[in-house]
């Protein structure tokens, strides 16, 4: 496993607002006399499948299925949960072993054994959805089932990050009777292993979560029973919330909420926010299909007017940070290499990248955002990206958005020159901010040939089980990625719960890629 020198993302509740003179934190018995914990939130799944997911419907499955390793609370490292133990067995990080935790099962009872772990890793890859996560394996040879507890997960290449890739729910268990070995499962039902069973799932609407009592993990459920409400806009998840109608919100507060949030007045009477660090980031992909955004000088111009710290404060009112790097501040490798080569804003450092590339009329650019993904300010941050751009004097700009679904259709099959995205991590690893990006086959939909990262720096980072000890080869990769601006980063975020004051636990239910952990939350029962 790693050898950690920092913690990379402390998850501690740093402010508490609105609360009743002589009230704090207590914990709660799990009773679930007043109905069940609901939490809202921005980010509905795309799919229940995780073999098509690299996205948001991860904070779902988080919840539903398991996976051999896990974050408990406070861990920043993988610890066992499907699994008892899991280790390397060599001294390359080539041979990966888990032993199974014994009497596993579904949700169902069917037997969770070493066949159904090596059936849900092949599907991935056998699937090979557009949007799921065959890219987090391409490290993996095969995988080996060993009698009924035991599995090892050959590899083709030394790879020092695979027990963080194994804790991601896109490695999530599935019954190999429910989930056909070359196909995804189309209907809305579900069967994991998880600390909840998806009792009842509304597309885009809710679902309702209650204890799988035949769950064996780390997870201590401190309650019995979660609904989650989906929300299109900050707005009307906040007015639920001062309504009673909602318990928590985690995902997609709006910073003009997050302001007001975090005002000591009547509106907030009851409630409580809490912040901690975030590593969630957000930036632009530059499509190399694009005639404009295919050439070097233009995306450098871009980057040369982008103005980060105008999105920060006048878009998100200080609730996000300029960012410099893929690599977000807070992890081991992250440095500022945009700064450090295109310095402050400057449309006079532009024209003359433009000029020099023989380009003097303006440059027309269309961008793309989705609506209902990243929060209420999107439509706002995009806007104001078209008024530096414009306002400089170099660019005319088109400005067209989509709902999530269509729009992660729509950048898979290169439709958009230039789009926002943004970035939770899978694992808190330098690594994780720039391997997913690179490669004909990446994250993004867009293949980026980078031989430099692909077969140089990442494999030889990862042959370093001390973390620390490749600081050089991500900052060499950042360079790359400056050289090439084919990627962005504009924003860093923070990691905001606001919930009523009687719901305990929002202050140590997020993982280290900001993932709610449902079973953390609890009902306070003593005051």
Known sequence: MFNRKRSLRPVAAIASIGMVAGCGYFSGSGSDDQGPIVVGTTSAPSTLDPAASWDGSWELFRNIYQTLLAYPSGATTPEPDAAKSCAFTDTTNRAYRCELRAGLTFSNGDKLDAQAVKHSFDRIREINAPSGPAGLLGSLDHVQALGDREVVFRLNKADATFPFVLATPAMSLVDPKGYPADALRKDSGVIGSGPYK???????????????????????????????????????????????????????????????????????????????????????????KDPWAAK?????????????????????????????????????????????????????????????????????LTLWYTTDRYGSETALEFKELKRQLEDSGLFTVTLKSRPWKTYVVGYQKGEYPVFGRGWFPDFPDADNFIAPFVGEQNALGTPYPSKEITATLLPRSRQESDRGQVVKDFEQAQRVLVDDARLLPLWQGKAYVAASEDISGGERALDPSTIMMMWELSRKTSW
């Open 296 to 364: 070097r000088a233009v995306r450098r111009a871009v980057a040369q007017v982008v103005d980060r710290t105008a999105l920060a404060h006048t878009i998100y009112k200080d609730t996000v940070e300029p960012l410099y790097s893929m690599v977000p501040q807070g992890l081991t490798g992250h440095t500022t290499p945009y700064f450090d080569t295109f310095g402050d804003p400057d449309p006079a450092k532009a024209k003359r990248i433009l000029t020099g590339a023989g380009i003097d009329e303006p440059v027309p």
């Open 198 to 288: 998806l009792q009842d799932y509304q597309e885009g609407k809710s679902a309702r979560l209650v204890r799988n009592e035949r769950y064996k993990g780390f997870a201590d459920r401190r309650n019995g029973e979660v609904t989650i409400r989906y929300f299109q806009d900050s707005a009307p998840m906040v007015k639920a919330l001062r309504d009673k109608k909602i318990d928590v919100t985690y995902r997609g507060l709006a910073a003009d909420d997050i302001v007001a949030l975090g005002r000591k007045d009547a509106a907030n009477k009851g409630l409580q926010l809490v912040e901690g660090a975030g590593t969630d980031i957000n930036y632009l992909v530059f499509n190399p």
